[in-house]
Nanobody, 128 residues
C-alpha cells in the first residue's frame, strides 16, 4: 500500500515562496510517477506538475511554468515542489499523488484518472 504525506503549506504574501514536501512509502516497482495537484474553492482539481521515476521527466502546467520546480530525493523517498513568485490565484489545497503507470513527460502531464494513491493535502494561501 502506497502512503503519501504532504507538508509545507501555509500563508504567504504575493511574491513569496513555499516548499512543499511529499514523503512516500510502500512502492513496489520502479517506473512510477509522482504528481502535484491543486484544488481551489469552487474549482476542479488540476494537475500542476509531475516527475517520472523512470527517466526523471518533468511537466509543469503553463500557469506555474518558470515559477515552480519539482524535484526528488530518492534517499528520503521524498518529492518536493518549490513554489516561487506566488500569486493569489495559486491559493488552493495542494495534493501529491502516485501513478503506477508512471506517465509523465513535458507533454503528458498528470491526469486524475491515472493517479492511484493520494495524500491528505496541504493548504496554500497567498495574500495580495
Amino acid at each position: 500500500e502506497v502512503q503519501l504525506v504532504e507538508s509545507g503549506g501555509g500563508l504567504v504574501q504575493a511574491g513569496g515562496s513555499l516548499r512543499l514536501s511529499c514523503a512516500a512509502s510502500g512502492f513496489t516497482h520502479d517506473d512510477y510517477a509522482i504528481g502535484w495537484f491543486r484544488q481551489a474553492p469552487g474549482k476542479e482539481r488540476e494537475g500542476v506538475s509531475c516527475i517520472s521515476s523512470g527517466d526523471g521527466s518533468t511537466y509543469y502546467a503553463e500557469s506555474v511554468k518558470g515559477r515552480f520546480t519539482i524535484s526528488s530525493d530518492s534517499g528520503k523517498n521524498t518529492v518536493y515542489l518549490q513554489m516561487n513568485s506566488l500569486k493569489p490565484e495559486d491559493t488552493a489545497v495542494y495534493y501529491c499523488a502516485y501513478s503506477w503507470v508512471g506517465i509523465c513527460s513535458a507533454v503528458h502531464g498528470p491526469k486524475l484518472e491515472t493517479y492511484d494513491s493520494w495524500g491528505q493535502g496541504t493548504q496554500v494561501t497567498v495574500s495580495s
